[in-house]
């Protein structure tokens, strides 16, 4: 084939290039993850809600995954950033396994990948619209940590995205301790998945509560809160507000 023959192919493969589409703003987003270290681990939790734009489209979005053998994520945020996400881990975790050198990447590796990720994609004006919480167990270590979509993060014994952040751990740093059982530690992330029921329009009442140890990870299946809608302040919410409707 001589060169005036491939200049279609060109044209063409060139333009399939230029119409390829990033994320520039959110369509479909997930709302808080809360999460915790406890005696024996990390625990997780997430609702299954899916936003398209004010709208709770989909209920059946999971947003927490393993990573590797001793981490597990979870996600608030862009749907599709979080898959292309899990596809960046995906290769990093198999090109970690190629080694076959008796190592395997744990939770603070992970996790400061992706920082360098997150500020990489802000520095180009391009970002990934998510807060990924990520934690995991190595070694009889527990490490728990936060990054936002410009790459501010932090490690902390309990963290919380979105809403969760000024309604979940108000009640962490007033409930949480470091011998919390699993038990102890569901029960306070129940706790926090409520509030957050109950004052983020964004939130479903379906959630799924994941666990990671030295023994793995488990991820539980979707499950609903019992719930109180009852009070007064539900009931008329305007008493005593002048000139409200």
């Not at 299954?48 to 004010?54: A, D, H, L, T, V």
């Not at 939130?203 to 799924?208: G, M, R």
Request: hydrophobic share 35%.
């Amino acid at each position: 084939m001589n060169l005036a023959d491939s200049t279609p192919a060109m044209n063409s493969l060139l333009g399939s290039e230029a119409d390829s589409q990033r994320t520039l703003y959110p369509y479909v987003t997930g709302t808080s993850v809360v999460g915790i270290k406890y005696k024996d681990g990390i625990l997780l939790a997430a609702d299954m809600g899916g936003s398209y734009g004010s709208t709770l489209r989909y209920k059946t979005v999971e947003r927490l995954k393993p990573v590797g053998k001793h981490s597990i994520i979870g996600a608030s945020g862009e749907i599709s950033d979080f898959q292309e996400i899990m596809r960046y881990l995906d290769e990093l975790i198999l090109y970690d396994n190629m080694w076959d050198d008796g190592n395997s990447l744990g939770p603070k590796e992970v996790h400061n990948y992706l920082t360098r990720v997150m500020y990489n994609r802000r520095n180009k004006f391009n970002p990934l619209w998510n807060s990924l919480v990520l934690g995991g167990v190595k070694n009889g270590q527990k490490y728990l940590g936060t990054v936002n979509m410009i790459g501010v993060h932090y490690e902390d014994n309990h963290v919380a995205t979105g809403f969760g952040n000024h309604l979940a751990r108000p009640i962490l740093r007033d409930e949480w301790h470091e011998n919390l059982t699993f038990e102890e530690g569901v029960k306070l992330l129940e706790k926090c998945m409520r509030v957050l029921l109950y004052r983020d329009r964004s939130a479903v009442n379906k959630l799924q509560i994941a666990k990671i140890t030295e023994a793995g990870v488990t991820i539980s299946q979707p499950y609903s809160l019992k719930t109180f809608w009852d009070f007064s302040a539900f009931k008329n919410p305007t008493v005593g507000a002048e000139g409200s409707w």
